[in-house]
Structures are given as C-alpha cells and as structure tokens.
C-alpha cells in the first residue's frame, strides 16, 4: 500500500488486490450515493454517502482498518480528509474507487438489467 501526505495528515491508498485480500480484517465503507450502491457494491460494504457522511458514526476501529471507496477514489479521498479532521487515524481508501475493483476483475454485487434482481459479476459479465 502507498501512503499520500495531505494538509490533515497521511491517508492510505489501497489497491483492489489489497482491499480483497484483506475483507476480514478491515470495514469497507462505500461513500457514494444510495443509488449508485443499489446498482453495484462490493459485497460486505456499508453505506454512509459522501453527502451525509459523519466520521462520527464510523463504526470503531478495534481490530479492523476503516477504508473508504466510491467511484473513482475522489469522494473517499474528501471523505478520508473528514475523518482525519476529526481525528480517525489511521484512515485508507481504495485507489481508483469500483472502477479499479471492476478493472481488476474482482467481483461485485451487481444488478441483472433483465431481471433487477442482484447479481454477482465481474467485469466480464
């Protein structure tokens, strides 16, 4: 993992690889909107919205590392920026957001257009 220096202080970038190896021992929490989680997740992830998003009401630490995703890594770099702010440390997000994970070819929660029934996919499907 890399680490990035901000004006708050440092945030963690994980790889896809790095989150999906490390799913027991970390909180995945997705920070984009509901709707964009409801059409695809990564399994296990927990909702708190960029929008709505209170480092506060982040679940405790013990044992596990908090990591932010959303899209494309921008939204869970604001929202790592909050969290050191009101002082969660440490505080990492997955690099290159749901578009990394899909690049990477790992699987996700998706939605089955047919159907709108959830679906697991990778990014061949």
Do not use: N
Not at 42 to 61: D, H, K, N, T
Not at 72 to 78: A, I, N, P, T, Y
């Amino acid at each position: 993992m890399k680490t990035e220096d901000t004006e708050s202080g440092p945030v963690e970038l994980w790889t896809p690889e790095e989150v999906a190896a490390a799913r027991d021992d970390i909180v995945l929490v997705d920070v984009r909107t509901p709707q964009e989680h409801a059409l695809e997740r990564i399994s296990g992830a927990m909702l708190m919205a960029l929008q709505e998003f209170r480092p506060a009401c982040l679940p405790g630490q013990e044992g596990k590392r908090l990591v932010l995703h959303c899209g494309s890594g921008v939204r869970s770099g604001k929202a790592a920026q909050q969290c050191l702010a009101a002082g969660i440390t440490p505080i990492a997000h997955l690099e290159g957001g749901m578009a990394a994970w899909k690049d990477a070819g790992l699987e996700y929660i998706g939605t089955d257009m047919a159907t709108g029934a959830p679906k697991t996919m990778t990014k061949d499907d």
